[in-house]
């Protein structure tokens, strides 16, 4: 922990959706050394239960959340050990995604690939922030942050469609658009409840989701997550930024 890097109030608890690689778990670590208590949620077990036992080594109180977006009832089981165990969640991280449609041409992408990635970018975080909406709300100070991208903003791709002509990823760019959507109708819906809910766009990093092809790292990609999770009461809410930058929608 650094002077700029204050700790977490006390009894902070923290989940991650795919925390067990990339951006998610150096989201998780950042929350961790922080002082969070973070469920580092991993929908493959053995993925998860060796992330959380090198994130343990870092030190930091991190526990295994055996959990796919994708699939209700483990959704329904993580929320009900969350509310068994803590009774509120103060930080909800969507992070889990998956990107089906790299480098297929845009009249070339089927329904079904749109329905796979919906499926997890879209509707995964649906399942998710719904199940724990209500610990959130008893957090008094909740925050989600949902993993988005630039390429998601309908701004930037109306406005500059000859810089984004090489990314035009029809099922990944629209589900991020949706998950902005998303984003500003949950701000709305929360507000009374005092949880914060923004929109993150980590940078083009370095992970398995693109082949390495980024050019940051996941731990640079997480700073701009673990800020908007860590908001203050007068931080903002419906926004969406970078490291660096407010993002148009
Ligand atoms: N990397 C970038 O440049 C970049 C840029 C903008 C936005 N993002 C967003 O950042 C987020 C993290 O991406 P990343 O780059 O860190 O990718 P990554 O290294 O591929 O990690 C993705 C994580 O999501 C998990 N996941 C996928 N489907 C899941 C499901 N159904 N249930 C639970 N977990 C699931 C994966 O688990 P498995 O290991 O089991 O597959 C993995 O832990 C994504 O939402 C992505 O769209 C990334």
Redesign the pocket.
């Known amino acids: 922990m650094t002077a700029t890097e204050p700790a977490l109030p006390a009894g902070t608890v923290a989940l991650v959706?795919?925390?067990?690689?990339?951006?998610?778990?150096q989201t998780a670590r950042k929350l961790a050394a922080r002082g969070a208590t973070v469920l580092v949620?991993?929908?493959?077990a053995e993925?998860g239960a060796a992330a959380v036992t090198d994130l343990a080594a870092g030190g930091g109180d991190v526990r295994l959340c055996v959990?796919?977006?994708?699939?209700q009832a483990s959704v329904t089981a993580a929320a009900d050990r969350i509310a068994r165990d803590f009774g509120k969640l103060d930080i909800l991280v969507n992070?889990?995604?998956?990107?089906v449609d790299q480098g297929v041409p845009v009249l070339e992408v089927t329904a079904d690939q749109l329905r796979r990635t919906y499926?997890?970018?879209v509707f995964?975080v649906v399942a998710v922030t719904s199940a724990l909406a209500p610990l959130l709300a008893k957090s008094g100070r909740g925050r989600v942050v949902n993993?988005?991208?630039s390429?998601g903003s309908l701004s930037v791709n109306a406005a500059e469609p000859e810089r984004l002509a090489p990314y035009q990823l029809l099922a990944?760019n629209s589900s991020?658009s949706a998950l902005n959507a998303l984003t500003l109708m949950y701000a709305n819906a929360l507000k009374d409840a005092g949880v914060k809910v923004n929109s993150a766009?980590?940078?083009?990093?370095?992970?398995?989701?693109?082949g390495h092809a980024?050019f940051g790292t996941?731990e640079e990609?997480a700073e701009v997550v673990v800020r908007l999770a860590t908001l203050d009461q007068d931080g903002p809410t419906a926004s969406f930024q970078s490291a660096t930058a407010q993002l148009p929608w």
Do not use: F, H
């Open positions: 959706t795919g925390a067990n690689k990339g951006i998610g778990y949620g991993a929908r493959d993925r959990l796919d977006v994708t699939d992070n889990a995604g998956v990107l499926e997890t970018n995964g993993l988005s991208s390429l990944y991020k766009e980590p940078g083009y990093v370095a992970t398995d989701l693109n980024g996941a990609g």
